[in-house]
């Protein structure tokens, strides 16, 4: 995403986050328990239905670059639900995410490959 403007142009310089960090929102953090409830580990689905529409659920952190190169970590969003939540077959059959591969990252930012963790499955 960052190689590309909101207009749709190739941005000549992509400046993304080394890592993000998601922290619940002091609107939901002490809403659940933390332990699995009567066995079913799969009752939070009903338990997310329950949340009020609109509700903030995480504060999002950005670390602009590894640790050990000075990198600062900043709010750079809130996560806000938009209406209420509710349960749907092909939200939950057919709705997947591909996420970006730290791999990709590094060709950009060379300089972040000895701070990064390798995989243990792929040796990267």
Not at 14 to 30: A, I
Not at 59 to 71: A, F, I, L, R
Request: aromatic fraction near 12%; charged fraction near 25%; proline fraction near 5%.
């Amino acid at each position: 995403m960052a190689a590309y403007g909101e207009n749709g142009q190739k941005i000549d310089k992509e400046v993304f986050p080394f890592s993000l960090r998601f922290s619940p929102h002091s609107d939901v953090h002490t809403l659940f328990p933390k332990e699995i409830q009567d066995g079913d580990a799969m009752k939070y689905v009903s338990q997310l239905e329950s949340l009020a529409a609109d509700l903030n659920l995480y504060n999002v952190y950005g670390m602009d670059q590894p640790k050990e190169m000075g990198g600062k970590e900043i709010l750079i969003g809130t996560l806000q639900l938009d209406g209420q939540m509710t349960k749907s077959k092909w939200g939950d059959e057919q709705l997947f995410f591909r996420h970006q591969l730290m791999s990709d990252d590094l060709k950009t930012k060379g300089e972040w490959e000895k701070y990064t963790p390798k995989c243990p499955f792929f040796g990267k």
